[in-house]
């Protein structure tokens, strides 16, 4: 599997250097010369932060030190891939492991870097002992209550001041494929503790730390369908509307963008429109997750650039669409990739029948792909001083 994937990378590489004219990133490059800047750079022309999520192992090893490099040139925001999650912190009852989380928020301020803190209120990757206990009954409904308002309570704290925004509730919102199709709350925390929880969240959330932007975070969140029971967008407009009218401290919505090659999507529009929502509600947006994965056919597989062209074309336009969209609302305050590389996607190990990939804005080698030079682009031309009022011309006589 591994030969394979790196034989790919070597296909998708001399695609690329085939279609695409990439001018490196070079200590010798310009200011005024834009291409040649990172994106950390041309996002702060427009106040916007662009981010990647980190895994905090790959940023450790010693092996990929490319890696660590362009977390640190390229992006001015961070998430944590894993290890802010609470099976990571606290893997068994009462004893907290925050030896990684701490590194990244170390990394981050020395990278002058703004941390995104994810998550604090999930249904997966939760703690053995908490799942179980609740399972044979040693765990109460008063005392689970109880553990999630200390969780919050205690990693909040042991951050204040240092994390920029925090996911607090994280995919609480149920799919159209599921049973029922009417959106609804789902999963751990909505069967035990009921629909309050996500307000009880925000609150103990806001006590712990005044000065961090608390986010509600969420897939499929991209774009309004028909607004009825079955829309997932409006489910969640509804939902934070709500919450926002009755005095819950929640600042803003992520929509993650978790997007792939295999389906229509949106346009910019259609994506502004949705954040657009949000925003008159009072809330900021962020995107918070973005990739645009590919399925891996034989023929992608094999290296066949009738293939992979046209993928890394779609994959392009959907990284682009999300850009421009965050660009055109005012509120949009980051936008952050989860993961840049495909050597370290979590892609390819979630999505295997069919297999997919190629989701990030680099390739396995490293190399930056059609999509990164796509946002990057977005970013440059959207206004002064790239782009200027056109220059009227006369007839030449």
């Known amino acids: 599997m591994r030969l394979r994937r790196l034989v790919l990378a070597s296909a998708v590489a001399v695609v690329l250097a085939g279609t695409l004219n990439v001018v490196p990133v070079s200590a010798g490059s310009t200011p005024q010369e834009p291409s040649g800047q990172s994106l950390r750079a041309l996002g702060a022309r427009h106040g916007l932060y662009i981010g990647t999520a980190v895994d ?58 703004k941390v995104r803190g994810h998550v604090l209120v999930w249904q997966n990757q939760l703690p053995a ?35 920029w925004q925090w996911d607090v509730v994280n995919e609480a919102a149920s799919d159209p494929w599921d049973t029922p199709a009417e959106i609804h709350l789902k999963g751990f925390w909505a069967q035990h503790l009921g629909a309050g929880y996500i307000a009880d969240a925000f609150r103990w959330a806001r006590a712990a730390d005044p000065s961090a932007l608390l986010f509600y975070n969420d897939y499929n969140l991209e774009a ?26 929640i600042d803003g919505v992520g929509s993650q963008g978790h997007l792939g090659t295999q389906y229509g999507n949106f346009d910019a529009f259609q994506v502004k429109e949705a954040l657009d929502a949000f925003s008159d509600l009072g809330l900021a947006t962020a995107f918070t ?9 034989a023929g992608v597989q094999a290296g066949d650039s009738n293939e992979i062209n046209p993928r890394l074309q779609a994959s392009a336009a959907n990284f682009s669409v999300l850009m421009q969209a965050c660009l055109a609302n005012r509120h949009c305050l980051s936008y952050t990739v989860w993961g840049f590389t495909d050597k370290h996607s979590w892609v390819p190990g979630w999505f295997t029948n069919p297999p997919e990939g190629l989701a990030t804005l680099y390739d396995e080698n490293y190399q930056p792909k059609r999509a990164y030079n796509s946002i990057k682009a977005d970013l440059i031309f959207s206004g002064p001083p ?4 056109r220059i009227p011309q006369n007839p030449k006589r």
């Open 56 to 113: 905090m192992a790959t940023l450790d090893d010693a092996s990929e030190p490319q890696y660590r490099q362009l977390v640190a040139s390229e992006f001015n925001t961070v998430t944590a891939e894993n290890v802010m999650k609470w099976e990571s912190l606290e893997p068994t009852r009462g004893n907290y492991d925050w030896g990684p989380a701490d590194k990244l928020v170390e990394f981050a301020k020395k990278n002058n870097q």
């Open 129 to 163: 002992w908490l799942t179980e206990g609740v399972a044979n009954g040693t765990i109460t409904t008063a005392q689970l209550r109880d553990l999630l308002r200390k969780h919050i309570t205690t990693v909040v704290k042991r951050y204040k001041g240092k994390i």
């Open 224 to 249: 309004f369908g028909d607004k009825g029971l079955s829309d997932k967008t409006y489910y969640v407009y509804k939902m934070v509307k709500q919450l926002r009218q009755s005095g819950v401290p």
């Open 289 to 297: 997750e973005v990739d645009v994965r590919s399925q891996m056919t």
């Open 386 to 389: 790239y782009v200027q009022p």
